[in-house]
């Protein structure tokens, strides 16, 4: 009886894992066909996706050019700019910095800076705390950067901050803190300025020695050296005529590079414990507040539109960049989407639907 029941088991299990196998193809299949139509439609050269489930990566694969005119394909260790998911790595650099009892979330972020303040206004803003800022409900101006096309156009944060760039015009306080939910890329870089206060450093290397090294994310980094560069796709507009891969200031808002695998390394460590932050803290960033209806914690969005589980990460969007990472934490699942075309949101969506129909019933 007993050799009965194994072999049932066992001829149970088999079939499971064969029908998973059978899904994980029938999603390659489908993500083959309508990424090679996507791409071409919208003039976006490349694309690398990463597919993830119970915490194994079962798809990572890279689509079309990171360069047309030499003929460089995208794969996994293509160097992509990722806009404001850079977002959310700044998160989890003040997270740590809370977690040291160094910042306090509650507490007036004036209170970790020297040497700037907002510009006075009718509002209080030693009100804006740092919750406020990792929330968007501190009442900033400055919805997000453009970059430059020059290292030497590159300022300091404080500068930046004050308006003396063309990049942008200056950070102020236009709403009274935590009355309304505003998107604030301003908001991000007066987290980069805290931290570059309480560290003593500069923001790019902290997150590099904090972040980054800790989590062997060995090729992302906020500094665009020569090195950087030799494994980077080329950035193209919507007519997919390559551009200038542009430099920012504000590099907690918008300024990461990274890799696929690089981003599979950070959502791995984001389902377990590691040697970064504890679950604790990432379940508090990721907890969405009133004030965004439910859409946004600290540093990640929240969403639902795709199905009946919860995502939580972050899109990024600059100019010949368009990207996203989003995680189903109950399942230790996710999808990573990358390309370097500015027209590369219309293929990221269609990849996460597929992925996220596919996920519903798998």
């Known amino acids: 009886m007993k050799t009965l029941i ?30 090679a139509i996507a791409l071409k439609e919208h003039n976006v050269p490349g694309m690398a996706i990463a597919i993830i489930k119970n915490n194994q990566v079962i798809i990572k694969k890279g689509y079309g050019f990171s360069d047309i005119k030499s003929g460089e394909v995208v794969n996994s260790a293509t160097g992509f700019n990722i806009g404001s998911i850079s977002k959310m790595f700044t998160a989890w650099g003040i997270m740590k910095l809370v977690e040291e009892g160094i910042l306090n979330l509650d507490a007036s972020a004036s209170n970790y800076i020297s040497g700037w303040n907002l510009p006075t206004s009718e ?69 980069q300025l805290i931290i570059e206060e309480v560290s003593g450093e500069s923001f790019a290397n902290y997150m590099q020695k904090n972040i980054f090294e800790p989590l062997k994310m060995e090729h992302t980094s906020f500094t665009i050296s020569e090195q950087v560069l030799q494994t980077s796709a080329k950035a193209y507009d919507e007519n997919a005529k390559e551009i200038p891969l542009r430099l920012f200031n504000a590099q907690a808002a918008a300024g990461l590079h990274t890799t696929l695998e690089d981003l599979i390394l950070f959502a791995k460590a984001s389902f377990t414990e590691n040697s970064v932050l504890s ?15 439910g859409n946004y914690g600290m540093g990640y969005m929240v969403m639902n539109r795709f199905g009946d589980f919860t995502l939580s990460g972050h899109g990024g969007s600059n100019e010949g960049w368009q990207s996203g990472f989003m995680l189903d934490f109950d399942s230790k699942s996710g999808i990573i989407v990358l390309t370097n075309g500015s027209s590369g949101k219309n293929v990221l969506f269609g990849s996460m639907r597929s992925w996220a129909q596919w996920h519903s019933k798998n």
């Open 279 to 293: 679950q604790k803290s990432i379940s508090l960033l990721r907890t969405p507040t009133e004030l965004s209806r």
């Open 123 to 191: 509002f209080d803003a030693n009100k804006v705390t740092i919750r406020n800022l990792l929330q968007h409900t501190a009442g900033l101006s400055v919805h997000g950067y453009n970059g430059y096309e020059s290292k030497s156009a590159l300022t300091s944060t404080k500068e930046s901050l004050s308006g003396k760039t063309n990049d942008q015009e200056a950070v102020k306080l236009i709403i009274q803190p935590e009355t309304y939910w505003k998107y604030s890329g301003g908001g991000y870089t007066i987290l």
């Open 6 to 35: 194994t072999i049932i088991t066992i001829a149970l299990s088999t079939l499971s894992v064969n029908a998973q196998m059978t899904a994980e193809r029938e999603l390659q299949k489908d993500l083959d066909e309508s990424t």
